[in-house]
């Protein structure tokens, strides 16, 4: 039986997945300015045509990409919630593959003008970032694990330059900068510096 009108069939999705994986590859390795839809439709072996079928526009697969990457971290937002400030503590690693770092990083240096593109995208996911930490801080002050003098935003956006600037050095030298490592150690010290001496640690706090 065939698919109803507008349904995407199978072959359809697929191709769609495939073209948004190699524009992820090519917005980071050579930006969205850099990238061209003729370049994309040869990288994956069908026509221009074919590319527009999908996307109408460059800007309408960016969107695109960006949008699968929103929901990736969406979720991971979601495993996470109730976790406290320090739940990621407990994941094993940065949990974003590092193409999408990549791409996250060139997209964020190409669009630093308030005129450019992708400016409030990226001044919009920042602010939403920082609320959602701060909110953390706040929950455990309220909770009395974290001490009362600390302002929330401050240390919000603290935390979110450096999980940024620790994407850059990785992927500047990522034989010498172990950002697994550096991350979880910012956790603990950021942990140590945050909470009352008398607050409770929870069961998976480490020692």
Known sequence: MPPKKGT???RGV???EQ???AAVELFARQGYRGTGLLELAERIGISH???LHHFATKQD???AV???RDQFVDRVTRDFAGEGTFGLQNSQDPAEPEIVTRLMTVLRAENLDPEDPLHDYFDERDRQTRDLIADEIRRGQQRGEIR????PDTKAAEILALTIGLDTQWLLN??????AKIYHSYLRTLRDDLTRPDAPRRPTDDP
């Open 174 to 179: 990522p034989t010498q900068i172990d950002r």
């Open 14 to 16: 697929a191709r769609r």
């Open 8 to 10: 995407p069939n199978r």
């Open 148 to 151: 009362s003098d600390v302002d």
């Open 61 to 63: 697969l960016l969107r």
């Open 66 to 68: 960006l949008d699968r």
């Open 19 to 21: 073209i948004l994986d």
């Open 49 to 51: 045509p074919g590319i």
